[in-house]
């Protein structure tokens, strides 16, 4: 390899790369989970309810065996465990623990944690995952977080100089208001400087799911772009629960799937470049595509509702069953900051209008995406999807600066040569691809019903939202709207829902964007 020459290439030689070790603690659990379970299996047939202390040791083998071989796995979903992750790479949690909707996460921001410390999961030693390549691995890391101190220091300027004429930051400013214009600015610099972090690095989180799910996590681990870090990370998770209730996993021998079907040959033609052509020109410049819906969804939604509160249709026309579900002024549901859409009757009608979206996101966008779990999305294999050319996204604050857009395509050149040479090398593409960046596009495919895109749509269309999910909710709002009209006047961020009807106008507190966005939306520019 050649000596070092540029400066972040010099920086980055003396900058220490940290192996990220997977610290697993069981936070919060059941006291007998297993027991729990078969009591309450024993409830559905008993003519009073059934608490864990009367299981008998007869019941736990015969009871435990007919539910869960029979797949009545209910039983098994009223435990939970709350688990204490520590040093998991972000790779594996968008890859796997974030891939399905049955879970709860808290996870270290970085967009608002300054990272300073190259912490990193990095592959143990073995036959393909030599010396060599892990100098190469780790260099690479170097190399990576050097370009985000030096872009987070580019960036601030930029940042502050915006955020400053958005709140009219002057000499006569008070001196409270100048500081959070600089805080923010920090945050703002931070948050577009991780683009260009590897998704290998750590994270930390609390992350609480069921029995069953856990049972499911266990069995599937290798479904996903990380599993030897999945195999690990999971191993501990039970390890944790077996030291409060061995039985819970040991009274059964189903062990993880060895043969996946997603890696059988011919599941995937070699590269993604081709593929990837392909979805953009579909896009066609676009974030998000608006590619199927129901055209009759309206109409639909409108005799849910009348089915729901006893009238006719000439009692009530197609247009007012609309206006009292979706009017703010009408509905007070659609005023609460809790989301309580499944719950409230009069809303249950709108999840009979689906849409479905083609988008094309960061690993970074897409890893808070897909937290709105009731809108799933069909994500990709990156190891079936992987592209030899550097596939990225870029951020508007880097791209309006001429400086910080040559330190940003440097990184993502430097990314793809270091992930291409250890493919050349035999490195298995499973451990090269935790050198991808942040900033690595993901194109997915992603379904949901007006009920729950209506909650997303309303955080997201706000100005604190991350900037790619804005803009993808803004494009998404603006193709349903061409679509179905009727739906127009009642789909916005909070500020817009709630103008003239509640106060605080802005649910965002002294995270105030600073705009009056309800006054313009949805004609508004974003400028950060």
């Known amino acids: 390899m050649a000596s070092p020459s540029t400066p972040g290439e010099v920086q980055a030689a003396a900058l220490a790369v940290e192996q990220a070790v997977a610290r697993v603690t069981l936070r919060n659990s059941f006291a007998h989970p297993y027991d729990s379970a078969i ?19 007869k019941q736990r083998t015969t009871i435990g065996a007919a539910t869960f071989y029979a797949g009545h796995h ?68 170097a190399r990576a977080w050097s370009a985000y101190r030096e872009l987070t220091s580019l960036l601030k300027d930029d940042a502050r100089r915006i955020l400053g004429d958005i709140w009219n930051i002057g000499t006569m400013s008070h001196p409270r208001r100048i500081e959070k214009v600089e805080r923010q600015a920090e945050k703002r610099a931070i948050e577009v400087a991780r683009y260009v972090l590897p998704v290998a690095a750590a994270t930390t989180m609390v992350h609480t799911l069921s029995g069953v799910v856990l049972h499911r996590l266990w069995r599937m681990q290798g479904a996903s772009d990380t599993p030897a870090e999945a195999r690990a990370v999971i191993g501990e998770m039970l390890a944790r629960v077996r030291e409060v209730d061995a039985e819970f996993f040991d009274r059964f021998d189903k062990g993880p799937l060895e043969e996946l079907p997603e890696w059988q040959p011919g599941q995937s033609g070699g590269t993604g470049d081709a593929q990837a052509r392909e979805f953009d020109a579909q896009l066609d410049g676009r974030t998000s595509l608006l590619i199927d819906y129901s055209p009759s969804a309206p109409r639909v939604m409108a005799q849910a509702y009348r089915a729901v509160v006893g009238l006719t249709e000439t009692e009530c026309p197609d247009k007012e069953a609309l206006n009292r579900m979706l009017n703010p002024a009408c509905n007070p549901y659609r005023l609460e900051t809790l989301n309580v859409g499944v719950h409230a009757p009069l809303m249950r009608p709108l999840q009979h209008a689906n849409f479905t979206f083609a988008k094309k996101l960061s690993h970074s966008a897409d890893s808070q995406d897909q937290r709105h779990r009731m809108v799933p999305g069909s994500r990709p294999l990156l190891i079936l999807t992987d592209t030899s050319a550097p596939d990225f996204i870029m951020p508007m604050l880097i791209r309006d600066s001429q400086r910080a857009r040559e330190v940003y395509e440097r990184a993502m050149q430097d990314a793809w040569a270091a992930k291409n040479e250890l493919l050349d090398r035999g490195v298995p593409r499973e451990f090269a691809l935790y050198l991808l960046p942040n900033a690595k596009a993901i194109r997915l495919v992603e379904s949901g019903s007006l009920l729950h895109l209506l909650h997303k749509w309303t955080m997201r269309t706000c100005f604190n939202a991350q900037e790619e999910i804005y803009q993808a909710s803004m494009e998404e709002v603006a193709q349903v709207r061409t679509a179905m009209p009727e739906l127009a006047p009642y789909i916005g961020p909070p500020c817009y829902v709630r103008a003239g009807i509640a106060t605080p106008i802005c649910t965002e507190g002294s995270h105030f964007c600073g705009v009056k966005v309800w006054q313009e939306f949805p004609n508004i520019e974003r400028r950060i």
Do not use: M
Request: proline share 5%.
């Open 39 to 57: 009591a309450a299996a024993r409830t559905c047939y008993a003519p009073r309810l059934i608490s864990p202390a009367e299981v008998t040791e």
């Open 74 to 141: 209910t039983v098994y979903q009223h435990a939970h465990f709350e688990f204490g992750l520590e040093n998991v790479s972000r790779q594996f949690v968008w890859s796997f623990l974030h891939a399905h909707p049955f879970y709860n996460s808290e996870q270290q921001s970085q967009r608002y944690v300054r990272l300073d410390r190259a912490l990193a999961y990095v592959p143990q030693l073995g036959d393909h995952f030599g010396v060599a390549e892990k100098e190469i691995f780790e260099r690479a890391i």
